[in-house]
């Protein structure tokens, strides 16, 4: 399991947080909170960044089959526009807390910002998905749900080759807005081009 940490507080159901998505230009920021129990069997995980588009759906599926909870949440450009991506991010994650089907009792959240969650605990943790299993699982929820909306609008949207893109800065990408303008799915507030 590539040296990842199980926990921080041994004992607690406790959640790790990420996001995917926060540098693009385009669709939602996505957070996810995944509450793992003490004993898992997970051997592929690793910070999303660090693994295959093939490993990372199948990580998925285990993931959440072993998680005790898990709950993955979107929040659209209109919202990133108006609050500004790093709040858009925590927000996020709030939700993903709040769906949470057990109450968890510490937080272990991917960065170096997060807005208290009532009544519970938290630890930011820079580069926390390299480091403990829960927020490493989050990150791929995070970024496989992601890339999987991003497949979907590309159908509707082509120009801006969303299925390989996902929405980042790419060169194909800000030359498509440039030639064919932009969707509801960009984030206004963004230096698009």
């Known amino acids: 399991m590539s040296g990842l940490k199980p926990y921080y507080s041994?004992?607690?159901?406790?959640a790790g947080c990420d996001e995917a998505g926060r540098g693009c230009l385009a669709g939602?920021?996505?957070?996810?909170a995944v509450i793992l129990p003490e004993k898992f069997d997970l051997p592929l995980l690793n910070d999303s960044k660090q693994i295959s588009e093939k490993n990372r759906n199948i990580l998925r599926v285990?993931?959440?089959?072993?998680?005790?909870?898990?709950?993955?949440?979107?929040?659209?450009?209109?919202?990133?526009?108006?609050?500004?991506?790093l709040w858009a991010s925590i927000f996020g994650m709030h939700q993903a807390l709040d769906e949470l089907s057990i109450r968890p009792e510490h937080i272990l959240v991917d960065g170096n910002k997060f807005k208290p969650y009532p009544f519970t605990p938290h630890l930011c943790v820079v580069k926390g998905d390299s480091k403990y299993a829960s927020i490493a699982a989050a990150s791929i929820l995070a970024k496989?749900?992601?890339?999987?909306?991003?497949?979907?609008?590309?159908?509707?949207?082509?120009?801006?080759?969303?299925?390989?893109?996902?929405?980042?800065?790419?060169?194909?990408?800000?030359?498509?807005?440039?030639?064919?303008?932009?969707?509801?799915?960009?984030?206004?507030?963004?230096?698009?081009?």
């Open 10 to 14: 041994k004992g607690l159901a406790e």
């Open 62 to 85: 285990e993931i959440e089959k072993q998680a005790l909870a898990y709950a993955v949440s979107f929040v659209p450009p209109t919202k990133i526009d108006e609050i500004n991506i």
């Open 144 to 193: 496989t749900y992601r890339d999987e909306l991003m497949q979907k609008l590309h159908a509707e949207f082509p120009h801006y080759d969303w299925a390989t893109n996902k929405g980042y800065p790419t060169k194909k990408h800000k030359l498509a807005i440039q030639e064919h303008g932009i969707t509801l799915h960009h984030r206004k507030s963004f230096k698009l081009i």
């Open 28 to 32: 939602p920021v996505v957070a996810a």
